[in-house]
């Protein structure tokens, strides 16, 4: 037998990311074609950093949501000064 996660559970969830105090209705979620027009990068990007836990997402069928405040805390956390 194998320890396979059941379907649709990828482990990833977005608690901690859309901030602990905001009611869940009240969160913006975003598709993973906005994400990639937010960030300007390619949808293939926004699935590899949702795979990679770089991104928390929640899964919704087949498809991913990723909460708006993830989005701006990683691009946040990302931002570098130059010089």
């Not at 194998?2 to 649709?8: D, T």
């Not at 009240?26 to 795979?51: D, G, I, N, P, Q």
């Amino acid at each position: 037998m194998s320890s396979a996660k059941p379907p649709g559970r990828s482990g990833k969830t977005s608690s901690g990311a859309a901030g602990d105090d905001a009611p869940l209705a009240e969160v913006k979620f975003l598709t993973v074609a906005e994400v990639a027009a937010v960030m300007r990068v390619s949808k293939m990007t926004v699935y590899r950093m949702v795979h990679s836990a770089e991104l928390p997402a929640v899964r919704v069928g087949r498809s991913f949501r990723v909460p708006e405040q993830a989005v701006h805390d990683y691009l946040r956390a990302a931002f570098i000064e130059a010089g």
